[in-house]
């Protein structure tokens, strides 16, 4: 369905900064950082740093988006994400979450929903032996909604995952802001 690899860019990734879209009066996305090598087995990868995130405080609980990917950005339409797979590798290198926990996040159209049953490690200094595997389920109790455009008739996650226009990953928990450096690679998403 979706794999990238990283060898030829950041392959539309990027990082919020919500402290710089309320001054700015509108979104504000900063591209994430491409390697040529030094990913997983020296390929291509990613990587961000607290320097293009800020804690998005309209999320409930408050969360920082640190990586994220829009499929209109890059030419795509909405993805379904129902009864998935995503894998990847997530490094941190001079991270310090502060108690944070790293999730996986889908949205569509305002409605963002958090994958809080499966924390994803992150390895640190070095690239894991093995990729991270997230199944996505329809299953709200494995996930919580953090976000809605419009409070009073937000969307349910079936209908999030059917039709995601975005997703990513995003520090939760954190007692002051995360810093430090993230990087991905080798991000993929399969049917099951």
């Not at 389920?137 to 995952?161: F, G, I, M, N």
Request: include cysteine; charge should be negative.
């Amino acid at each position: 369905m979706v794999k990238n690899s990283f060898d030829r860019g950041p392959e539309g990734w990027c990082t919020y900064d919500y402290h710089a879209s309320v001054i700015a009066g509108n979104e504000m996305y900063f591209m994430t950082t491409w390697q040529r090598n030094g990913g997983v087995n020296d390929s291509g990868y990613i990587f961000t740093d607290h320097y293009r995130w800020s804690a998005d405080t309209p999320e409930n609980p408050v969360s920082i988006l640190a990586l994220l990917h829009y499929h209109p950005w890059v030419g795509g339409d909405p993805i379904d994400l129902r009864d998935t797979e995503v894998s990847c590798y997530l490094r941190g290198d001079g991270l310090n979450l502060n108690t944070a926990k790293c999730y996986f996040w889908v949205n569509i159209l305002g409605n963002r929903w958090h994958l809080h049953s499966q924390p994803i490690p992150i390895s640190d200094g070095r690239w894991a032996d093995a990729p991270t595997v997230l199944r996505l389920t329809v299953d709200e109790s494995k996930w919580y909604r953090s976000w809605s455009h419009d409070p009073d008739r937000p969307a349910r996650l079936a209908d999030v995952l059917a039709r995601a226009a975005s997703y990513g990953f995003s520090f939760v928990g954190f007692g002051s802001e995360v810093t430090g450096r993230l990087s991905l690679d080798e991000f993929e998403i399969r049917t099951r």
